[in-house]
């Protein structure tokens, strides 16, 4: 593979892989939903 | 009738007075539970168990075997590496806006007292008339599911053909091209029905999986499934994974040269950038009718911003960390660069059982691989159910079992007509062609300029921030509004010049459109009558449920809010 396929594959893959992280990182460390509350 | 009846009233939403079908407002019943004006649940009364339940379903409703096998076909024949750019640009200014546009909307739907899009619709745009624009969103998952259960069941059907060791056939290519179409009845109409072929037991296999899962419902069915079903294909995934990376350095470098080296030059070629903008749509699931029905299930405080970038960026690992990783770069190690000539089918089920049966250990990899698929399928049929079954229920008041059984039948009639009509695949290209992909872009428009031009992008912000543990971006509410609706009329004009007219290949071979497939093909048209036989029924549903809502006044206990 040239140099130019390893820098695009990496990006591609590193950035993927570091939102999916930081999307599942932010769901699985968030309070669990209290249930609906009546309008005040 | 219908239209008279709603012209004639001074207010669509008014409901009849004491009418006798009218449901008690807090009825238990599946189809009528409405939290009247409370705005707090969903018209059915059921709800995802958890935060990661609903992104999970949504995430293996969007993985499905184009992940695996359509994005690295259009990578590698539209520029490789290059081809990346595009792909994120139209995840971002495409994708990601109108998944986040679709869950807004179905929450709003579902906190209104609807779970289906004709209702969501109607509630949206203020009128009941509006549901009938919502037919597509009916009509989409009910006839993919017809024929993608098929599908499915090739994937299990030959996860066991490693099991029981018949899908070792050597390395010779026709091999395996005849197994596939003996296996699949694609030589003569039929065949799936006279024995020569044991599909129809898988067939009948998976549909009853997809059914009891359904049954179960949304929180017990499918988030359950999902629960177990995505994390074992992310296993799946990874374990072919390393095979195929530990596989000799120079091929292993050679194969993923075959997919990633960028060629820049075919960024200058509109092709790119329509296959690019096209992978991501399809990718994700949008337009399907699929994640408005999800999101219609939230709770009022739940999220929708941060659930709905997880469940895309779940989609782009499995498309661009596992597809892009393993299957054309271990296709390209064992059979060459033909390998990246064949369509969907024939990379999954032409090319890579070649791969598997002269690779080490490949008996045990191949079986995980069609595994693997056989779940990604399994999630995404599942979604593709929901929809209808929630119509069924909210519409006409019919308890789970009832709406399964009807579905059953629909399906079954279905599915039974891609089987039977399997010479060629014709029937089963025709309704992937004309519902899956053609229908899908008209729905997906109808989608946007919905939120855009009726919902309103200043609502559309308003209600997306509620609950939301990530701030959606200012802009990609103008987007939603003026660029999105433009950009996929583009891409629609585009595709229905490259496929309906007869055009010709780069060698010259000349190429029937879909439009003269239609006038040479009695499969063909049978298809599309079948096709338009059940958006007429959905149409006539439609009718009626819009009817019924307007009486018990489930319109307008929506409209309070």
Same mark, same amino acid.
């Given at each position: 593979m040239e140099p130019a396929g390893w820098i695009v594959m990496g990006v591609s893959v590193g950035s993927v892989i570091l939102l999916l992280t930081f999307c599942l990182f932010r769901v699985l460390t968030l309070p669990p939903v209290a249930d609906d509350e009546p309008d005040s | 009738m219908d239209n008279a009846s709603e012209d004639s009233a001074p207010n669509p939403y008014e409901p009849v007075e004491n009418p006798s079908d009218a449901p008690p407002t807090t009825s238990t019943d599946s189809g009528s539970a409405v939290p009247s004006g409370s705005g707090k649940s969903s018209g059915s009364g059921e709800q995802w168990g958890s935060r990661i339940g609903v992104i999970l379903a949504v995430a293996g409703s969007a993985v499905g075997l184009g992940n695996f096998l359509r994005f690295p076909g259009?990578?590698?024949?539209?520029?490789? !590496?290059? @081809?990346?750019? %595009?792909?994120?640009?139209s995840l971002l200014v495409l994708g990601i806006p109108l998944c986040w546009a679709e869950w807004t909307?179905?929450? *709003?739907?579902?906190?209104?007292? *609807?779970?289906?899009?004709?209702?969501?619709? !109607?509630?949206?745009?203020?009128? %009941?008339?509006?549901? @009938?624009?919502?037919?597509? #969103?009916?009509?989409? %998952?009910?006839?993919?599911?017809m024929y993608y259960v098929v599908v499915e069941a090739w994937c299990l059907a030959y996860a066991f053909g490693y099991l029981n060791g018949s899908l070792l056939q050597g390395n010779d290519p026709a091999t395996y091209s005849k197994y596939f179409d003996d296996f699949v009845g694609a030589n003569n109409d039929g065949d799936a029905f006279n024995g020569s072929t044991n599909l129809i037991y898988f067939v009948l296999f998976t549909f009853a999986v997809n059914f009891i899962l359904i049954y179960r419902g949304v929180a017990k069915g499918i988030e359950t499934f999902c629960r177990f079903a995505i994390p074992l294909m992310v296993v799946c995934a990874l374990c072919v994974l390393v095979r195929v990376l530990t596989l000799p350095?120079?091929?292993?470098?050679? !194969?993923?040269?075959?997919?990633?080296?960028?060629?820049?030059?075919?960024?200058?070629?509109?092709?790119?950038?329509?296959?690019?903008?096209? =992978?991501?749509? @399809?990718?994700?699931?949008?337009? @399907?009718?699929?994640?408005?029905?999800?999101?219609?299930?939230?709770?009022?405080?739940?999220?929708?911003?941060?659930?709905?970038?997880?469940?895309?960026?779940?989609?782009e690992f499995f498309e661009v960390c596992l597809g892009g990783l393993i299957t054309l770069p271990a296709a390209f190690i064992f059979l060459g660069a033909a390998a990246g000539d064949q369509g969907t089918f024939g990379l999954g089920f032409n090319a890579l059982p070649n791969v598997f049966a002269q690779m080490p250990l490949g008996r045990f990899f191949g079986f995980l691989w069609f595994f693997m698929l056989f779940l990604a399928a399994i999630t995404s049929s599942l979604s593709m159910l929901q929809p209808v079954i929630a119509f069924l229920e909210e519409a006409f008041s019919l308890k789970r079992a009832q709406s399964a059984l009807i579905l059953g039948v629909l399906t079954i009639a279905g599915s039974g007509f891609v089987l039977y009509f399997s010479g060629g695949m014709k029937a089963l290209d025709?309704?992937?062609?004309?519902?899956?992909?053609?229908?899908? *872009?008209?729905?997906?428009?109808? =989608? #946007?300029?919905?939120?855009?031009?009726? *919902?309103?992008?200043? &609502?559309?912000?308003?209600?997306?921030?509620?609950?939301?543990?990530? &701030?959606m971006p200012t802009f990609v509410q103008f987007m939603l509004k003026f660029v999105v609706p433009v950009y996929l009329a583009v891409i629609f004009i585009a595709f229905v010049f490259q496929n309906l007219p007869d055009s010709t290949a780069a060698d !010259?071979? %000349?190429?029937?459109?879909?439009?003269?497939?239609?006038?040479?093909?009695?499969?063909?048209? &049978?298809?599309?009558?079948?096709?338009?036989?059940?958006? #007429?029924?959905?149409?006539?549903?439609?009718?009626?449920?819009?009817? &019924?809502?307007i009486k018990q006044g489930k319109f307008a206990r929506a409209m309070e809010d």
């Open positions: - | 259009q990578a590698a024949s539209n520029g490789g !590496g290059a @081809f990346l750019l %595009p792909y994120f640009i909307m179905g929450r *709003f739907g579902g906190l209104r007292g *609807f779970n289906s899009a004709p209702g969501i619709f !109607g509630v949206i745009c203020r009128t %009941p008339k509006a549901r @009938f624009l919502a037919v597509p #969103a009916l009509l989409i %998952p009910l006839v993919i599911y350095a120079d091929k292993v470098s050679a !194969g993923l040269g075959f997919m990633w080296n960028p060629d820049f030059s075919s960024l200058s070629d509109p092709k790119t950038w329509l296959a690019a903008s096209g =992978q991501i749509f @399809f990718s994700l699931s949008v337009g @399907f009718g699929v994640i408005i029905n999800y999101a219609s299930y939230l709770k009022k405080k739940d999220d929708v911003v941060l659930s709905g970038l997880t469940a895309c960026s779940m989609n025709t309704f992937d062609f004309w519902v899956g992909t053609f229908l899908i *872009f008209v729905l997906a428009m109808i =989608q #946007a300029t919905i939120y855009g031009w009726v *919902f309103g992008i200043e &609502r559309g912000a308003v209600e997306s921030a509620v609950g939301a543990q990530l &701030r !010259g071979t %000349p190429t029937p459109g879909y439009l003269s497939k239609i006038a040479g093909d009695v499969v063909v048209q &049978r298809s599309l009558l079948f096709i338009l036989g059940v958006i #007429a029924l959905l149409t006539v549903m439609v009718h009626f449920a819009g009817v &019924r809502w």
